[in-house]
């Protein structure tokens, strides 16, 4: 592991930080494909704007540039294929119902490739190939890579209210800022881009979207895997797919019941 000076854990958060804000207004001013493509309404029916998510991923892979070239290359893999993928989730999935992954892998033995099960694979692929890169025995490479999809997933999972996500990530992110080396450079630039974010996140002004936590959780997943060995991989692992089965549970239990309301057979919450 390297040294790295708690001054090059500032930079890394404070470019992460300004890169973020920078990219929003830069994608607000040219809203590209139109302002409407950028709109969303939330839970609330607040007419919200995405440009944050992708400025996030954007930032967050800006603050590892002060690394060497494999552990950089690796995080950048792993944020910005997550905010990719998330984006295009955001894009051609509205208004897909479906939720969780085994409503995608469904529906892809149906013969039919959902944004969620691209969104699926594509970040499970990249966390593996990030992963490979940033570990060097093969039961490591493979844990490394089920932690950073995990973590992607696991934050996208907790947004489901405003400034939530931001700020799952700014409260798990904040320990390994007293890490040296690797690890507290990435958990910098994980909490700079999402503190970037979170004003206008929390105060309801803007959705960060699938783009935005993917991207987020890629890159805290990243700082995890630098900061721990086998054992540390083997039980952040362990809790993620936990995390997500639960995840998967109430989604289910959610969409059963939205069903229900919806046929009439179960009575709406007033």
């Not at 149906?110 to 499970?124: N, R, W």
């Not at 990249?126 to 932690?147: I, S, T």
Request: aromatic residues 4%.
């Amino acid at each position: 592991m390297i040294d790295c000076k708690p001054a090059r854990r500032r930079t890394a958060l404070l470019a992460a930080a300004a890169v973020t804000r920078a990219a929003t207004s830069a994608l607000r001013s040219r809203a590209p494909g139109g302002p409407d493509r950028w709109q969303r309404k939330n839970y609330a029916g607040r007419a919200v704007e995405l440009y944050a998510g992708p400025a996030a991923a954007l930032g967050a892979a800006a603050g590892t540039l002060t690394l060497p070239a494999r552990t950089r290359s690796a995080a950048a893999l792993a944020v910005l294929a997550a905010g990719a993928c998330g984006a295009y989730d955001d894009v051609a999935g509205e208004g897909d119902p479906r939720r969780g992954p085994r409503a995608h892998l469904g529906a892809l033995r149906d013969g039919e490739v959902t944004s969620g099960a691209v969104k699926l694979f594509g970040i499970s692929a990249a966390g593996l190939a990030a992963g490979a890169l940033l570990k060097e025995r093969p039961v490591d490479k493979v844990l490394a890579g089920v932690v950073i999809a995990g973590t992607a997933h696991f934050v996208n999972l907790v947004d489901v209210r405003p400034g939530k996500a931001a700020g799952a990530v700014l409260a798990l992110g904040a320990p390994g800022l007293l890490r040296r080396g690797t690890a507290g450079v990435l958990s910098a630039a994980s909490m700079g881009a999402a503190a970037a974010v979170f004003p206008a996140d929390f105060g309801e002004q803007a959705m960060i979207g699938d783009a935005g936590a993917h991207a987020l959780g890629a890159a805290l997943g990243a700082a995890i895997v630098a900061g721990n060995g086998r054992a540390g991989l083997a039980v952040h692992a362990a809790g993620l797919v936990t995390a997500a089965a639960y995840g998967e549970r109430v989604s289910a239990l959610a969409g059963g019941r939205a069903q229900a309301v919806s046929e009439g057979s179960w009575p709406a919450a007033e």
